[in-house]
């Protein structure tokens, strides 16, 4: 568990700083999922520790975001001050983007071939 | 302190000052949060991410509590975002067979879901009449916070605005995708998934990964990408609509 949680963190910081050195729109922790990914492709499997570390974690991903989601009740004044439309334009858009995407991508598979 | 003449404001005051207070409080919230869900069944509503802020925020409100003296406490948790996102490579290389299979249906729906995402946002923001700085801070709202409150900031918009955006957006969307995946007929996990991740970041691929293992791998996937195509395409399609 400590020895997969340590590589986790290891991964993160090398995305960190490749994030800061490149200059790359992308926050570190996204690098480091590639970069896991890439270390993980090229042994031909995912590293033990790793794998147990990260289910764990995984497993109550939802829990991760509490901290951050109670800044939208601290915050929520600057939603509540544009009003409804502000919520409304969130709904629908996310609503229109999802759809679009599952869409195009079942529309894909079958062309694809793939049958399903 | 004694017992009895207890003060409640005194008290609290006390608890508010323990920087394990907060840390017990989001994780008790959560475990609240989590039991409802799965009582009904892990229905879409009852998602445990948003009983747990509205139990913590609503506790925060009542007593007075300044938000950043919360998140001294709970920022433990709030760290382990970083190495959690990193771990979510693990359900994409489980199912690089199928992916590397299906990349013609990921590359289109993620061109697609990028687009349509920035572009549905800008047209229904303006149609609203909301301002441009408003706009600007909406514009990134799909990608996980970090990426977005970077485009935010360098298309002039207010990142901490974005920041609140992008968690009310991840909510609506962990809540809204299986009722609309299911108005859609859409019943492929790696189509529903692919679209959560694009739409609702992370949010919505922890969502995706409680429903489905599949599920979960695509949306990982469709979060990762759609954060550097979205930090590309944003401040180029800001142009035509500013």
Redesign the interface.
């Known amino acids: 568990m400590l020895e997969g949680i340590t590589i986790l963190i290891i991964l993160q910081f090398v995305g960190e700083l490749i994030a800061g050195f490149t200059r790359v729109p992308v926050p570190g922790p996204v690098i480091g999922l590639a970069l896991l990914a890439a270390l993980a492709l090229l042994r031909g499997r995912i590293p033990a520790p790793v794998a147990v570390a990260g289910d764990a974690i995984l497993k109550h991903l939802s829990l991760l975001f509490v901290p951050a989601g109670v800044g939208l009740i601290a915050f929520g004044d600057r939603l509540v001050a544009e009003g409804p439309r502000l919520l409304l334009v969130l709904v629908a858009s996310t609503a229109i983007t999802m759809a679009v995407t599952a869409l195009v991508f079942r529309a894909l598979t079958r062309d694809g071939g793939d049958g399903r | 302190m004694t017992l009895r003449g207890l003060d409640p404001n005194a008290f609290w005051i006390y608890l508010a000052e323990q920087p394990l207070f907060f840390l017990a409080l ?2 008790a ?2 475990l609240v949060g ?1 039991r409802i869900a799965a009582a009904t069944g892990r229905h879409p509503v009852a ?4 009983i ?3 139990l ?3 506790m ?2 009542a007593t007075g509590t ?2 950043q003296r ?2 001294e406490g ?2 433990f ?2 760290v ?15 199912n ?1 067979t199928l992916i590397r ?2 990349w ?3 590359l ?2 993620l061109v ?2 990028a687009v ?2 920035i572009v ?2 800008l047209a ?2 303006r149609a ?3 301002g441009n700085a ?1 706009i600007a801070s ?1 514009a990134p ?2 990608v ?4 977005a409150m ?2 935010s900031a ?1 298309v002039g918009g207010s990142p ?2 974005t ?3 992008v ?7 962990a809540v ?2 299986t009722p ?2 299911n108005l ?1 007929r ?1 019943r ?1 996990y ?3 998934g ?3 991740g ?3 970041h ?2 919505g ?3 995706a ?2 429903v489905d293992e599949r599920a ?1 791998a695509h949306a ?1 996937l ?1 979060m ?1 990408l759609n ?2 195509v979205t ?1 590309i395409l944003v401040p180029l399609l800001l142009l035509l609509f500013l």
Do not use: C, W
Not at chain 2, 47 to 50: K, R
């Open positions: 989001t994780l919230a959560y989590d998602n445990p991410v948003l747990a802020i509205l913590v925020g609503g925060l409100l300044p938000h919360y998140f709970a920022r948790i709030h382990l975002l970083g190495p959690a996102t990193v771990a979510l490579a693990l359900p994409v290389i489980r690089r299979r299906q013609r249906a990921i289109g729906a697609a879901g349509t995402g549905a946002t229904l923001a609203a009449g909301l408003t909406l709202k799909s996980t916070a970090a990426i970077g485009i360098e901490p605005l920041a609140v955006l968690i009310a957006t991840g909510i609506l969307g809204m995708v609309l995946m859609l859409i492929d790696a189509a529903r692919f679209a959560a694009i739409a609702a992370g949010i691929t922890a969502r990964l409680q979960g990982a469709g990762a954060g550097l930090a």
